[in-house]
């Protein structure tokens, strides 16, 4: 059965602060991964990865992908408290043309 | 303005009524999907569309029903048959052939 598992699922950091979230898939016919930020209401789109080892930067977040070991990590340097939301990650498997997502992380930035 | 309208924002609705969500989106985009969300949880599967008059069951379509006559249109119905059906509602549309997938505002959904 194909399977996404993000970790840590909740996180608490302070302003300035630099977090690592992880996303780790088990999918058969993985075509790319994405990531998106969910504030309160709809998710929204933040990566997309296809490729092993190209980071892809925007701003403060980075975020890489590697297809050897199954996993991408989303990086965040100098957390604001705006940070705050629910990151999800999801894989689009070729094939079915559908997404799995992850249950999220959770993170909160204190000010 | 383009973009993935979803309506209503909020319903309530009681206990063995059917009830239909809506969907629209203007960006031409070929693809369309239904998630399902319950607190604390990612988003769950429940019927994407791939083209107009074509569609296929995701993971949790028990309960739930789809059309889709029109490419810009795509409303779910949940039946009474769903047990829990409780949730936040969201659509999605995703161009070709590109994986981005772009979501609307959300339904929540509340049956007394």
């Known amino acids: 059965e194909d399977k996404v598992v993000q970790s840590p699922l909740s996180l608490v950091v302070h302003e300035g602060d630099t977090v690592t979230l992880n996303c780790s898939y088990e999918?058969?016919?993985?075509?790319?991964l994405l990531w998106y930020k969910q504030e309160k209401k709809a998710p929204t789109f933040l990566f997309m990865l296809t490729s092993s080892g190209i980071e892809k930067k925007s701003g403060r977040l980075s975020s890489i992908l590697d297809k050897k070991e199954l996993f991408s990590i989303l990086n965040i340097t100098a957390t604001q408290t705006g940070d705050s939301a629910v990151y999800l990650c999801a894989v689009f498997t070729s094939g079915t043309y559908k997404y799995i997502f992850g249950t999220g992380t959770r993170l909160k930035v204190l000010a | 303005d383009g973009g993935i309208t979803q309506s209503p924002k909020y319903l309530f609705r009681k206990e063995g009524q059917n009830v239909t969500l809506s969907c629209e989106q203007n960006?031409?985009?070929?693809?369309m999907y239904w998630y399902r969300q319950d607190p604390g949880q990612g988003l769950r599967l429940i019927y994407y569309?791939?083209?107009?008059?074509?569609?296929q069951k995701g993971d949790i379509a028990e309960g739930y029903s789809v059309s889709r006559e029109k490419k810009e249109s795509f409303p779910l119905t949940v039946t009474s048959a769903q047990k829990n059906p409780t949730a936040f509602y969201l659509c999605?549309?995703?161009?070709?052939?590109?994986?981005?997938?772009?979501f609307g505002p959300g339904t929540r959904l509340t049956v007394l």
């Open positions: 569309s791939q083209i107009v008059n074509d569609f």
């Open positions: 999605a549309s995703k161009p070709s052939p590109v994986d981005t997938q772009y």
């Open positions: 999918v058969t016919n993985f075509r790319s």
């Open positions: 960006l031409n985009h070929d693809a």
